[in-house]
């Protein structure tokens, strides 16, 4: 059962971000578009807080993810994480699928802006305009994406 629900999640995420992909506006400038033209780099479930979430990236990150190429992540790479709070399927309650939209956040890699803060910048997107933090404000979350050094401060790892 477990593993059936977690294959009908990702299958919802999947139709969803398909569904986005096919009605979203064409964007002159894709690699600075919004993330809903996006690919998938991964997918993940706060147990803790009842909320999904997809990650996508933009051309820069997913070719770097498909090459393997990601220590570190290329300047250029924009990485977005799309969150939902949790809900079952009205119609398959084995089924966990995103519900409300909460909020999607950006990490930007740019090595020389962003030095400060591990070559990354930190966003939020309201609609399709990414606006960054400030260094104030991308103190906690960078500081929360420190553990990950490693990883170049990246937490999901692509299985794409
Ligand atoms: C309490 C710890 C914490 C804080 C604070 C935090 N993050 Fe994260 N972030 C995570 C974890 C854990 C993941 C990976 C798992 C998940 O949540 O899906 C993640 C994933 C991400 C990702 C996808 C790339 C990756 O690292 O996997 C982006 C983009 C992101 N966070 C942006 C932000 C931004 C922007 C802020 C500040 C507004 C922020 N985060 C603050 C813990 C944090």
């Not at 059962?1 to 986005?20: C, D, E, H, P, Y």
């Not at 997809?54 to 393997?68: E, S």
Request: aromatic share 8%; proline share 5%.
């Amino acid at each position: 059962m477990r593993k059936q629900s977690i294959r009908n999640v990702l299958l919802g995420m999947a139709a969803l971000i398909t569904f986005n992909t096919a009605n979203a506006e064409t964007t002159t400038k894709p690699e600075h578009g919004e993330y809903r033209d996006w690919r998938v780099l991964g997918v993940s479930q706060r147990h803790d807080k009842n909320s999904m979430r997809a990650i996508v990236g933009n051309h820069t990150a997913i070719a770097a993810a498909r090459a393997g190429k990601i220590k570190p992540w290329p300047d250029g790479s924009i990485i977005a994480k799309i969150k939902w709070a949790e809900r079952k399927h009205p119609n398959w309650e084995q089924a966990s699928v995103p519900g409300e939209f909460t909020a999607a956040e950006a990490m930007v890699k740019d090595s020389k802006k962003y030095a400060e803060t591990g070559g990354w910048g930190f966003g939020i997107w309201g609609g399709k305009t990414l606006n960054m933090l400030d260094q104030e404000k991308s103190a906690p979350c960078f500081a929360c994406h420190a553990p990950m050094k490693d990883q170049d401060y990246v937490y999901t790892l692509p299985n794409l």
